[in-house]
């Protein structure tokens, strides 16, 4: 009789209607939160990966103004073999012992002789120069004549050095101004 009496008491309580209608409450609403959720991931679609365009993998092949199209596998190699061997002080085209004097397209150009086509990009990497030209640099800095302090440069081959020269001027056309824009992007 007592457990009947429990029964009913609990039954018309309060508290037992108000955590029934507060539970109801709850997943009515967290159905109505993942309706939408559900119609997002069903009406995606598979995920795309950028396309780099034909303009952005063009780039100056000598100072006579002849272009080259590199592919996107061809920048990515590039970018690897910069990461690897250059990443150190040139992370995200800048160059960390002298500020002033960064891998942008403006910076390149500006240079003598100018470095803003893949084969002054070689052959810089070959027998780097200050950047007003008067000298060599290659006791400071990673180049293939300077292999022997270098080691990163044993193993360069002409091709390795063109893909990086590829990277080098790809990069700002993807990365935009964040690409040689120094501590104010990082």
Not at 101 to 130: F, W
Not at 138 to 148: E, K, L, N, Y
Request: glycine share 8%; with cysteine; proline share 5%.
């Amino acid at each position: 009789m007592i457990q009947g009496l429990r029964r009913v008491l609990n039954a018309t309580s309060p508290a037992f209607s108000m955590a029934s209608v507060f539970s109801s409450a709850l997943r009515s609403l967290a159905r109505l939160m993942l309706l939408p959720l559900a119609l997002l991931v069903g009406l995606a679609g598979p995920a795309q990966a950028a396309q780099w365009t034909a303009e952005q993998l063009t780039v100056p092949a000598d100072a006579a103004g002849t272009t080259v199209t590199f592919s996107e596998q061809e920048v990515n190699a590039g970018r690897k073999t910069f990461n690897n061997s250059c990443g150190v002080c040139h992370a995200g085209g800048i160059t960390k012992t002298n500020h002033n004097v960064g891998l942008d397209p403006e910076t390149l150009a500006l240079a003598t002789p100018a470095r803003d086509n893949v084969e002054a990009l070689v052959d810089y990497m070959k027998d780097p120069t200050s950047y007003d030209g008067e000298y060599s640099i290659a006791d400071v800095h990673p180049s293939i004549r300077s292999s022997d302090v270098f080691v990163q440069m044993r193993n360069m081959n002409d091709e390795d050095l063109r893909l990086m020269a590829g990277f080098i001027l790809t990069a700002p056309k993807v990365l935009g101004p964040q690409w040689g824009g120094g501590k104010i992007y990082f």
